[in-house]
Antibody, heavy 116, light 111 residues
Framework: QVQLVQSGAEVKKPGASVKVSCKAS????????MNWVRQAPGQGLEWMGW????????KYIQKFQGRVTMTRDTSISTAYMELSRLTSDDTAVYYC?????????WGQGTLVTVSS | QSVLTQSPSASGTPGQRVTISCSGS????????VYWYQQFPGMAPKLLIYRNDQRPSGVPDRFSGSKSGTSGFLAISGLRSEDEADYYC????????????FGGGTKLTVL
């Protein structure tokens, strides 16, 4: 069965970077784009961007351009999302989600807390 | 402030039919599919409806989706206590060059 397993919670200081991983199993990793979505505490969902695991092409919404990098390692079926220059506003749960007629499978989420 | 507008809350009693709406524009819902997600507290969202009115396997037929003009609708019939959750709509937005936008979410309470 399809599974997306994300890395564990992180605590970072303002100005630091965080890299979240998302390991896929149960399907051919290269066949589907991977989205990244975040959710601040008590808030709604926010798209961040996506990566095409087959080509490595990625695209980010304007808000995150220059601060986010999405990569993948096809040899281990894992996608990564790195966010730099963190501020307290980046405190959120970060999700990876497979793109297939909507985001049909989601990771369990990774809580990133930014605090001095 | 979300591009897609949802009422923050909705409620119904068990057995009732409830409809949640999602208002957009010609740039998003008017020209693209609507998707609906269900999220329980502390859990990842789950895809409930795709391409306006299609249900992924395993989603009960009590959940149905529709679209009219620049608005999307999620209907839940035979409401159950376990349907109490947050519901989000989403649609691709032509102004965002290949990105989707979410609604702000509707918290459904089963009275």
């Amino acid at each position: 069965q399809v599974q997306l397993v994300q890395s564990g919670a992180e605590v970072k200081k303002p100005g630091a970077s965080v890299k979240v991983s998302c390991k896929a199993s149960g399907y051919t990793f290269s066949d589907y784009r991977m989205n990244w979505v975040r959710q601040a505490p008590g808030q709604g969902l926010e798209w961040m961007g996506w990566i095409n695991p087959n080509t490595g092409d990625s695209k980010y919404i304007q808000k995150f351009q220059g601060r986010v990098t999405m990569t993948r390692d096809t040899s281990i079926s894992t996608a990564y999302m790195e966010l730099s220059r963190l501020t307290s506003d980046d405190t959120a749960v970060y999700y990876c989600a497979r793109d297939n007629n909507g985001a049909d499978y989601w990771g369990q989420g990774t809580l990133v807390t930014v605090s001095s | 402030q979300s591009v897609l507008t949802q009422s923050p809350s909705a409620s119904g009693t068990p057995g009732q039919r409830v409809t949640i709406s999602c208002s957009g524009s010609s740039f998003n819902i008017g020209n693209n599919y609507v998707y609906w997600y269900q999220q329980f507290p502390g859990m990842a969202p789950k895809l409930l409806i795709y391409r306006n009115d299609q249900r992924p396997s395993g989603v009960p037929d009590r959940f149905s989706g529709s679209k009219s003009g620049t608005s999307g609708f999620l209907a839940i019939s035979g409401l159950r206590s376990e349907d109490e959750a947050d519901y989000y709509c989403a649609a691709w937005d032509d102004r965002l060059s290949g990105f989707a936008v979410f609604g702000g979410g509707t918290k459904l309470t089963v009275l």
